[in-house]
T-cell receptor
Framework: GESVGLHLPTLSVQEGDNSIINCAYSNSASDYFIWYKQESGKGPQFIIDIRSNMDKRQGQRVTVLLNKTVKHLSLQIAATQPGDSAVYFCAENIGGGSTLGRLYFGRGTQLTVWP | ETGVTQTPRHLVMGMTNKKSLKCEQHLGHNAMYWYKQSAKKPLELMFVYSLEERVENNSVPSRFSPECPNSSHLFLHLHTLQPEDSALYLC?????????????FGPGTRLTVT
């Protein structure tokens, strides 16, 4: 069954504010997590990833935080822009050396940025 | 552009039709995937191919038949579909399977079954 979920289906923020999108997972064996962004009419696009041996990873305007104690993942977007409006998915891989690149996706959060 | 292309982008077919979806990746990857994306549901993994060999069939009905003739191309053959099969079908590719890793998605084919 689905093991990855999101706390909020929608999030609206004002341009320039910071956005935080949350994700919960239930499988302790998950060792790799990815955030994807999907704009209307397009396929999911990789944003940032993090492995379970890390707590935080930063990219350009984005930060992913991983709290393995409570099985929680978050994506922080700094200075949110209208172009950030999209659906954001978290995905987990239950690896541990598995040879299958199976990603479990959450339902997604629709981020809307208004001026 | 992600380096993964899909054709057609839109497809409308009747329940008695036979059609095929095509995916091509230009990234030198050796693993390819088919996903189904329905409204209000998470992405569902359908098939996984590694080095042209199917390594996973995620309980997909036989009216969906994948084909991977080489590491750059992936097809999904459709026949006698049902209206509930209407969805966005996404193809993805990755360097390999071990330990997960970033999957690159195509733009998808929007399928409507009438």
């Amino acid at each position: 069954g689905e093991s990855v979920g999101l706390h909020l289906p929608t999030l609206s923020v004002q341009e320039g504010d910071n956005s935080i999108i949350n994700c919960a997972y239930s499988n302790s064996a998950s060792d790799y997590f990815i955030w994807y962004k999907q704009e209307s009419g397009k396929g999911p696009q990789f944003i940032i990833d993090i492995r379970s041996n890390m707590d935080k990873r930063q990219g350009q305007r984005v930060t992913v935080l991983l709290n393995k104690t409570v099985k929680h993942l978050s994506l922080q977007i700094a200075a949110t822009q209208p172009g950030d409006s999209a659906v954001y998915f978290c995905a987990e891989n239950i690896g541990g050396g598995s040879t299958l690149g199976r990603l479990y996706f959450g339902r997604g959060t629709q981020l809307t940025v208004w001026p | 552009e992600t380096g993964v292309t899909q054709t057609p982008r839109h497809l409308v077919m009747g329940m008695t039709n036979k059609k095929s979806l095509k995916c091509e990746q230009h990234l030198g990857h050796n693993a390819m995937y088919w996903y189904k994306q329905s409204a209000k549901k998470p992405l569902e993994l359908m098939f996984v191919y590694s080095l042209e060999e199917r390594v996973e069939n995620n309980s997909v009905p036989s009216r969906f038949s994948p084909e991977c003739p080489n590491s750059s191309h992936l097809f999904l053959h459709l026949h006698t579909l049902q209206p509930e099969d209407s969805a966005l079908y996404l193809c993805a590719s990755s360097h390999g399977l071990a330990g997960g890793g970033e999957q690159y998605f195509g733009p998808g084919t929007r399928l409507t079954v009438t």
